[in-house]
């Protein structure tokens, strides 16, 4: 079974690199953006096959170690 | 109009960030994970309304600047 967990700053959060990716796109003649935002995707592949027990797992990665839950939100989805 | 942009290393290129996140849960006691890849995902606000103009303009920023089509693979989507 595939993870596919996002992590994305929490709203009110700074993201400087979000903000450098915006610079860089006006810079480039991209008009028109409001905002920009970067986050983090990560796939993991697991042995697990069954979905409640998987789920449970991912849940419990993400708030040990995959996100800092000060800053950042997750959400993730399951793909058999 | 939201523009949401998946950025993936393509197969075969080495995910160091990845094998970290795998060693780390390991580490942590979750087993049975077979393989862990990172990648970005970047949110834009686009003052662009017509669906057709948006695509091309998020198509063009990730050949552009976003993604390093040498190694890494893009995917948009958009959300009016």
Redesign the interface.
């Known amino acids: 079974m595939r993870a596919i967990v ?1 992590i ?1 700053l929490k709203n009110g959060v700074l993201d400087p690199q ?1 903000k450098a ?1 915006e610079g ?2 006006n810079s ?1 003649g ?19 096959t069954e979905t409640e027990k998987a789920e449970a ?1 991912v849940a ?2 993400c708030e ?3 996100a800092n839950t000060v800053i950042e939100n997750y959400s993730y989805e399951l793909v058999p």
Chains 1, 2 share one sequence.
């Open positions: 996002k994305t979000g990716i860089a796109l480039l991209f008009g028109g953006i409001d905002s920009v935002r970067q986050g983090k995707i990560i796939e993991l592949d697991l042995d697990e797992a419990e990665m040990k170690l995959l």
